[in-house]
């Protein structure tokens, strides 16, 4: 259709449409000079240049089997295609500006010198910096189930995929590729995870994923104490979970009330205390903490004693001493001896 329509009008055009296809032939003269492939960024724009002379009577620009420009007659509808006319007289180039990847591909300048067409084939490729698309939304898991986390990027030349896990003393590297299996993940891999795409055309595209980890409590550390009648005694609790814990205060099966009977519970994150303003001796003895969270509870026991229970400590260490003591005298007396 357009072939017969070009006949009509421009005879020799359709010379050079039939040869566009065969490779630049280095007769007599070497113009149109070969041309690399020219390399663009998306968004850029792209000088596609084409050195003729003196003596070439016809010149055209092609894409692919469309004219764009018939000697400086613009063909192409495309307000991006712009000849350059502030060159020397033999230059016969053309600008393409804001280039998009449906751009790529072959373009050729025709040239009919001396009733022979020649042609020069440039390709024209364009690039695009990497840019992550879909990645994994922020998740929350239970400890041992299996996790799997997809970072989708794009760019040409296709770009590469990293994973990392976020850590306070260094990043560590898991894999490349779009996913990452985690299977029965353990609470030290909770945390934030980093897909990072690039193909070198540009900065890296950086994105993270945050895995919370669920696990029930365990006990940190459990503190009893010593006070006197009369005195302050606290007892204090730690425990690690996630959900973060709640905490319960027994005295043997008795389940003990904040605000009840002097005691006030204070409760603060991972922490617990016991305050007993005003101790008794009815007070003394073993008080329980449990921590407990969606996932399950675990408990410990702490001692609340009284000065007795210190000295009779101080007592006992006091008669150890005595009788190394005693031990060496009598050593002593039975080496004089001899
Ligand atoms: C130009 O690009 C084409 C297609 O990408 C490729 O096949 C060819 O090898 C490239 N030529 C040069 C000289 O880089
Ligand atoms: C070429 O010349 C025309 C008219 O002289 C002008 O409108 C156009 O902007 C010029 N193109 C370039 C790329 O300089
Ligand atoms: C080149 O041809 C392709 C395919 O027809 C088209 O999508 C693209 O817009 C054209 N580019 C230019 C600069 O003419
Ligand atoms: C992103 O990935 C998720 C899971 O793989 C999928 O359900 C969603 O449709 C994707 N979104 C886009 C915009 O591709
Ligand atoms: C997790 O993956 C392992 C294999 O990697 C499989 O044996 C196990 O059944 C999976 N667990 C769950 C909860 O899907
Ligand atoms: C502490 O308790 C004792 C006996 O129960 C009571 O006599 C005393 O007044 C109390 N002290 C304070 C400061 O409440
Ligand atoms: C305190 O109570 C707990 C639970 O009732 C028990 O396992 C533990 O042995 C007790 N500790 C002491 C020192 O009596
Ligand atoms: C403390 O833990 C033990 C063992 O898991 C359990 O038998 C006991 O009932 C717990 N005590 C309380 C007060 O929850």
Redesign the pocket.
């Known amino acids: 259709m357009l072939g017969s329509v070009c006949f009509l009008i421009f005879p020799w055009m359709c010379a050079l449409l039939m040869f566009s296809g065969a490779p630049a032939r280095s007769a007599e003269s070497s113009f149109p000079k070969p041309m690399d492939n020219v390399t663009v960024r998306q968004g850029d724009t792209a000088l596609l240049k084409c050195i003729t002379d003196k003596k070439v009577s016809r010149v055209a620009w092609l894409n692919r089997t469309s004219i764009l420009f018939a000697g400086r007659e613009k063909w192409s509808l495309d307000p991006r295609v712009?000849?350059?006319?502030?060159t020397a007289i033999t230059e016969y180039s053309i600008?393409i500006r804001n280039v998009d990847v449906h751009d790529e591909g072959p373009y050729v300048c025709s040239v009919l010198t001396n009733k022979k067409p020649k042609s020069s084939k440039v390709h024209l490729v364009v690039q695009v910096p990497a840019r992550i698309v879909n990645i994994s939304t922020d998740i929350t898991v239970n400890e041992g189930s299996n996790v799997t986390l997809t970072c989708v990027a794009i760019g040409r030349p296709e770009p590469s995929i990293t994973w990392r896990h976020l850590l306070k003393r260094g990043n560590k590297f898991l894999s490349e590729g779009e996913h990452i299996e985690i299977s029965a993940i353990s609470k030290e891999q909770s945390g934030v995870y980093q897909c990072s795409s690039t193909n070198d055309i540009s900065a890296p595209d950086v994105r993270t994923v945050h895995i919370t980890v669920n696990y029930p409590p365990s006990i940190l550390s459990a503190k009893g104490t010593g006070a006197a009648v009369g005195q302050k005694g606290v007892l204090q609790c730690e425990a690690s979970a996630v959900p973060g814990p709640d905490f319960h205060w027994y005295r043997e099966d008795r389940r003990l009330i904040n605000g009840i009977n002097g005691i006030k519970i204070e409760n603060k994150g991972k922490q617990s205390m016991l305050v007993v303003f005003n101790v008794s001796e009815s007070d003394y003895g073993n008080y329980t903490c449990v921590a407990t969270n969606t996932l399950g509870n675990t408990n410990a026991s702490m001692m609340l004693y009284g000065p007795g229970a210190i000295h009779d400590v101080s007592r006992a260490q006091l008669s150890q001493h005595f009788s190394i003591c005693l031990l060496w005298t009598v050593t002593l007396q039975y080496l004089v001896k001899l």
Request: proline share 0%; no cysteine.
């Open positions: 712009v000849l350059l006319n502030d600008q």
